[in-house]
């Protein structure tokens, strides 16, 4: 895979997965790796996605990744260096995803879904997550924004980043009371 064409965000699940098969001493970094470092991205579009989803699953999932995680076999000397063959099979199914999806680089999203076969697919259903659910958050979450840049993620919900919801904070009687505006109202 060709890593000018993947985003910034992308890159850095990528690096996390890596540094997580290290620390581990795993010799591949496999599926599950980049799973563990998609679900614990700060800002990401995967936790939006499983929310959407399934609210309250990603606590579940990240305890039952990394106990497969811990159950696979510790290579001394230098782990972390090789990707596994089900991760390469990840990345080229992401990076024909992004094409189908008419997008120019391949984004967490893109690699999210491409993990619904093998070992992280059924850890996923076994969680309650399909890949059609996912499909349907994605287009919640991402709208009919394409992925044109190297950082999609951050206009991503931009109106819940950057505004408030006055409707809502009214309902919760969390706004300060107005007064000498009674002309106005």
Not at 32 to 40: D, E, G, M, N, R
Not at 77 to 96: H, P, W
Not at 119 to 131: I, M, N, Y
């Amino acid at each position: 895979m060709n890593q000018e064409k993947l985003t910034n965000k992308a890159m850095e699940a990528l690096g996390e997965a890596q540094s997580l098969a290290q620390s581990m001493e795993h010799q591949n970094i496999e599926p599950l790796h980049l799973l563990s470092a998609l679900l614990k991205q700060d800002g990401g579009v995967v936790p939006a996605l499983l929310s959407g989803v399934k609210a309250g699953c990603e606590k579940a999932l990240a305890a039952e990744i990394e106990s497969r995680l811990a159950a696979k076999p510790k290579v001394k000397g230098e782990g972390g260096k090789y990707v596994s063959r089900e991760l390469s099979q990840v990345f080229i199914d992401a990076e024909k995803l992004s094409k189908e999806m008419q997008d120019e680089f391949v984004s967490c999203e893109h690699m999210f879904l491409s993990m619904f076969s093998g070992d992280t697919g059924e850890l996923l259903q076994k969680c309650g997550v399909t890949a059609d659910a996912a499909k349907k958050a994605l287009a919640s979450v991402r709208g009919a924004s394409r992925v044109t840049d190297r950082d999609p993620e951050g206009k991503y919900n931009a109106l819940e980043k950057y505004g408030q919801d006055l409707t809502a904070l009214a309902a919760a009687g969390k706004l300060d009371p107005v007064i000498d505006r009674d002309e106005e109202i």
